[in-house]
Antibody, heavy 117, light 107 residues
């Protein structure tokens, strides 16, 4: 059974950065694409980007290009999402998820990032 | 970017009702269409993938159909646990995009 366990909630100042981690269990980590999706309070789901750990090259949504860095550490089966130049509009729950377009679909529990002065 | 437009944005229905949610893509997405259910405070749960394939463990009252740019999710007989928000999502091309969501409420 695949499990994705994310790091805990964060409170950040505007202009700072946040790095959220997502540790995967099982041997699926290397081959499956790991996406990051966020959800602002009361809002819908927004895909930010993804990485296939075996290939290491991430794909980003244009909206976040230049501000987001998605990476993976194969030795610990952990993916990371770092978002910089934070603003209040970045307050959201951030999810890591295996989204493959197939039956392989697993989500982390979500990490609340609050941006506030 | 491919825009995914769901309708309606919200719907009120009763237990036992049949409900259909529509999702329209701004361009063709082949069969790369999924439906998710989300309950408050929880991560989304995959219901349907590849337009009409039922995810393991999902009740048979859920079904998906469509092609090209028009897709539907149907719940044949609503159960109390089905009241939630539903999202369509395309994985045909980057960036993956979600519909704005349909909130299914108890009448």
């Amino acid at each position: 059974q695949v499990q994705l366990v994310q790091s805990g909630a964060e409170v950040k100042k505007p202009g700072s950065s946040v790095k959220v981690s997502c540790k995967a269990s099982g041997d699926t980590f290397i081959n499956y694409p790991m996406s990051w999706v966020r959800q602002a309070p009361g809002q819908g789901l927004e895909w930010m980007g993804r990485i296939i750990p075996l290939r290491e090259k991430p794909n980003y949504a244009q909206k976040f290009q230049g501000r987001v860095t998605i990476s993976a550490d194969r030795s610990t089966s952990t993916a990371f999402m770092e978002l910089s130049s934070l603003r209040s509009e970045d307050t959201a729950i951030y999810y890591c998820a295996y989204i493959t377009g197939s039956t392989i679909d697993y989500w982390g529990q979500g990490t609340l990032v609050t941006v506030s002065s | 970017d491919i825009q995914m437009t769901q309708s309606p944005s919200s719907v009120s229905a009763s237990v036992g009702d049949r409900v259909t949610i529509t999702c329209r893509a701004s361009q063709g997405i082949s069969s790369w269409l999924a439906w998710y259910q989300q309950k408050p405070g929880k991560a989304p749960k995959l219901l349907i993938y590849a337009v009409s394939s039922l995810q393991s463990g999902v009740p048979l009252r859920f079904s998906g159909s469509g092609s090209g740019t028009e897709f539907t999710l149907t719940i044949s007989s609503l159960q109390p646990e089905d009241f939630a928000t539903y999202y369509c999502q395309q994985a045909n091309s980057f960036p993956y995009t979600f519909g704005q969501g349909t909130k299914l409420e108890i009448k």
